[in-house]
Nanobody, 123 residues
Framework: HVQLVESGGGSVQAGGSLRLSCAASGYTYSRKYMAWFRQAPGKEREGVAAIYTGVGSTYYVDSVKGRFTISRDNAKNTVYLQMSSLKPDDTAMYYC?????????????????WGQGTQVTVS
């Protein structure tokens, strides 16, 4: 049984930074997408960034390119999302997702495991 536990959310002023962490426990496939999604009130869930663990390739939605960085610590089985130059539009609940073996990383279906979410508020 795989569990994903997010941490690192909080409230920050515009222009500030936060680092989200997603710690995975249990067996997971070695080659898969791990991703961060976000959902703001009244809006659909949106893919923010993903990393393909087999080769370390990273992917971002256009709105966060140059501001967010996704990375993975294999030894800790943890994925990070470093967020800089935060804007009020980045305010949302952020979710970690794992175990999508192939396909379009930004599509939330077929991610097998999800974390409980961590709130990010930018004012």
């Amino acid at each position: 049984h795989v569990q994903l536990v997010e941490s690192g959310g909080g409230s920050v002023q515009a222009g500030g930074s936060l680092r989200l962490s997603c710690a995975a426990s249990g067996y997971t496939y070695s080659r898969k997408y791990m991703a961060w999604f976000r959902q703001a009130p009244g809006k659909e869930r949106e893919g923010v960034a993903a990393i393909y663990t087999g080769v370390g390739s990273t992917y971002y939605v256009d709105s966060v390119k140059g501001r967010f960085t996704i990375s993975r610590d294999n030894a800790k089985n943890t994925v990070y999302l470093q967020m800089s130059s935060l804007k009020p539009d980045d305010t949302a609940m952020y979710y970690c997702a794992s175990d999508k073996p192939y396909g379009s990383w930004w599509v939330s279906s077929e991610y097998k495991y999800w974390g409980q979410g961590t709130q990010v508020t930018v004012s």
